[in-house]
């Protein structure tokens, strides 16, 4: 914990620094490079971290996201510099160190209303399964490997909806800010298209669409608007999966073996497929929702299992954060039990 502390205590500062850094000098080259230093301090700070939890969330939010939105900031793009007036220090410091964007609109409409009524309930169905999942582990030895793999993928899911929902009302209890979600329902996804886009995990298509996208989309302009989006579309999963492999190997300390990039690639050669099918059909065709959710979850899930997930056993990570979860648990315990011999 207190390397933990000092790491993130690094943070701060450094974006502290980058604030008043732009309080002094205009969006554009100058402040990108006065900025320079602090993408390197980012790129290093997980490595000052040993827990294999913590090490993970914040090699997402800080060397990746918060990377990301720092040089769209220093050109006077992105989350950091879209709203009418400048931002203040402490949501400077929220929108830049947690997966969140403010919404343009400051009120929910009826149906994010009733969608945040709704969210009680699902994060309580899905904290009782990623506790499941943790107790099933115990037999993992009896299973088969898919099925542990499958395990991960439920526990990856879960605890990935838990942790950005617990980032974004924290940051919105301190800040009153209306955040957008995170997930949009993946489950429920029709094609490669929807459920990377507009699904799964959405601050990183929100950030990768101007950093990477839209660029991409310029540079092959001479294509046509349309066209030119094929290989915006290739290289945006190029780099999501680059940026993966440098997150898997802050958790494990393994040098990478490229099969989670060949993972990104595979998705990305048919996502690309999927989109030109899709233009050339025009709209005139298209596999029912049934059908289409089905064959989605399914693709994701047979190349997850062959590539993507196997790399948490490779690097030894649900072993050693299960060890954390024990070792955690047996303090409480023993806090516990110490504070009532006090007490009686």
Known sequence: MMSFIK????????????????????????????IIPVF????????????????????????????????????????LSSNPKPLSLPVFLAVSCFPIKIQ?????????????????????????????????????SKLPDTIVLTLYAIHIYCILELILAATATMVRAMSDLELEPQFNEPYLA??????????????????????????????????????????????????????????????????????????????????TVEIIIKKAVNGRWRFPTVVGRVLTLGFVMVTSLWLFLPEFERCNIVERGLDEYATISAVAAEITRSMTSSLF
């Open 190 to 271: 029709t094609s490669l298209q929807d459920f990377w886009g507009r699904r799964w995990n959405l601050m990183v298509p929100g950030i990768l669409r101007p950093t990477v996208y839209e660029p991409i989309v310029q540079l092959f302009s001479v294509l046509g608007r349309n066209w030119s989006r094929v290989p915006a579309v290739f290289g945006t999963f190029i780099v999501s999966g680059i940026m993966h492999e440098l997150i898997f190997y802050y958790m494990g300390r393994v040098w990478p073996d490229w099969k989670i990039m060949w993972f990104f690639l595979i998705n990305g050669v048919c996502t």
């Open 40 to 79: 390197l301090v980012f790129f290093i700070v997980p490595f000052l971290i040993s827990s294999i939890n913590l090490v993970g969330t914040t090699a997402f939010f800080i060397t990746w996201l918060a990377n990301f939105k720092l040089f769209l900031f220093a050109l006077g793009r992105g989350p």
């Open 7 to 34: 790491a993130w205590s690094l943070v701060i500062l450094s974006l502290c620094y980058t604030f008043f850094v732009a309080k002094l000098v205009p969006k554009g080259i100058k402040r990108l490079i006065l």
């Open 104 to 140: 343009s609109s400051p009120k929910p409409t009826t149906s994010q209303s009733h969608r945040s009524r709704e969210g009680p309930l699902s994060y309580t169905i899905k904290a009782v399964l990623l506790i499941l999942v943790i107790n099933v582990y115990d037999y993992s």
